[in-house]
C-alpha cells in the first residue's frame, strides 16, 4: 500500500474536528480551573490531539474495510473498492492506529485514557460486522454522536483538570446532539449500496424529504443551548453567542431541505462539508468565549 493510499483510508479532512475539539476543551477547563498554559503543557495538548486525530483515521480506515462491498457502489474509487488497498490492509493500519492512540491517552491520563477508550469502542462497533450498530438507524447516529460530539470536548476537558464538571458534559451534548441529526449528511448518498446490505440508516427509513426535515432540528436548536448555560451560571456569559451558530445550522438545513434528491447523488453533499466546518467553528467560539 502506497503512502497516498494510507492517507485516503484515514481521510485526512475529517481529522480536524478532533484537534480542535480536543484543544479547545483542554484550553477551556485550564482557563475555566486558574492553569497556566505553559510550555510544559505542550506535551499532553499534542499527545491528547494526537491521539484523537489517530483515533477518527483508525476508526476510518476500519469503517472502509468493513465496508467494501457497500463502497463498490457508493464510492467504487476509493482505495479499497478500487484494488488499491486490500481490507487487511486498511484493518492493520486501524489496529496500529488504535493501538497508538490508546498509547498516548494513557499517557495524557486516566479520565483522558477511559474516555477515549470508550470512544474507541463505539467506532469499532459501529462497524464490526459481528454488531454492526451501522445497521440501525437512531443508534449508528448516536455511535457517531457520542464519540465525536459528547466524549470529544470532555476528553478535552480532562486533559487538565476533572471531567466531572458540569460545563464539559453541557458543550459535549450541545455538539453530541447536533451530530446526531448531521451524521445523517453522509448516508443519503449511499443508498443504495447500504439498501444492497442491510444498513437502516435514516434515509433508508423515513425516505430521503422526510428524513432532511427530521435532521433540521438538530441542525439549528442545540446551539440555543450555549445560551441557556450562560445564564444559568454553568458557562462563560461569553459563550452566549456561539447561540448565533444555529443560523448557520439553519443555513445548513436549508439546504438540505430545498433539494434533499441532491443528498442522494454524489459522494457527499455540500451540507457534509458545513458539518465539519461548523463543528470548528463551535470548538474555536468555545476557546475565544473562554479566553474572553
Request: overall charge positive.
Amino acid at each position: 500500500m502506497k503512502p497516498y493510499e494510507l492517507i485516503e483510508l484515514f481521510r485526512l479532512p475529517t481529522l480536524l474536528p478532533p484537534a480542535t475539539g480536543i484543544l479547545s476543551g483542554a484550553i477551556a477547563s485550564a482557563v475555566a480551573n486558574g492553569i497556566v498554559l505553559n510550555a510544559g503543557a505542550i506535551p499532553a495538548l499534542a499527545l491528547a490531539s494526537a491521539s484523537a486525530m489517530l483515533l477518527n483515521g483508525a476508526s476510518n480506515s476500519f469503517n472502509q474495510a468493513c465496508d467494501v462491498k457497500l463502497d463498490k457502489i457508493n464510492k467504487p474509487t476509493r482505495p479499497l473498492p478500487s484494488g488499491r488497498a486490500t481490507a487487511g490492509e486498511a484493518t492493520t493500519l486501524a489496529a496500529a492506529a488504535y493501538a497508538v492512540a490508546l498509547i498516548f491517552a494513557a499517557m495524557v491520563g486516566t479520565a483522558f485514557m477511559l474516555l477515549a477508550g470508550t470512544a474507541a469502542l463505539l467506532t469499532i462497533l459501529y462497524s464490526w460486522p459481528a454488531v454492526r450498530l451501522k445497521n440501525h438507524g437512531w443508534i449508528a447516529n448516536a455511535a457517531i454522536a457520542l464519540p465525536r460530539g459528547l466524549l470529544l470536548l470532555v476528553a478535552g476537558w480532562s486533559v487538565f483538570a476533572t471531567p466531572l464538571s458540569p460545563a464539559p458534559w453541557l458543550m459535549g451534548s450541545i455538539l453530541g446532539i447536533f451530530l446526531l441529526g448531521a451524521a445523517s449528511t453522509k448516508d443519503f448518498a449511499d443508498m443504495e449500496g447500504d439498501r444492497r446490505y442491510g444498513a437502516r440508516t435514516l434515509p433508508i427509513i423515513y425516505g430521503v424529504r422526510t428524513a432532511a426535515w427530521i435532521m433540521a432540528p438538530f441542525l439549528t436548536l442545540p446551539f440555543l443551548l450555549f445560551a441557556w448555560g450562560a445564564a444559568a451560571g454553568i458557562l462563560p456569559p461569553a459563550v452566549a453567542f456561539l447561540s448565533l451558530l444555529s443560523l448557520w445550522g439553519a443555513y445548513i438545513a436549508h439546504t438540505i431541505i430545498r433539494d434533499p434528491k441532491r443528498l442522494a447523488s454524489g459522494e457527499n453533499h455540500p451540507s457534509w462539508l458545513h458539518m465539519y466546518l461548523l463543528m470548528a467553528a463551535a470548538h474555536l467560539g468555545i476557546v475565544t468565549a473562554y479566553l474572553i
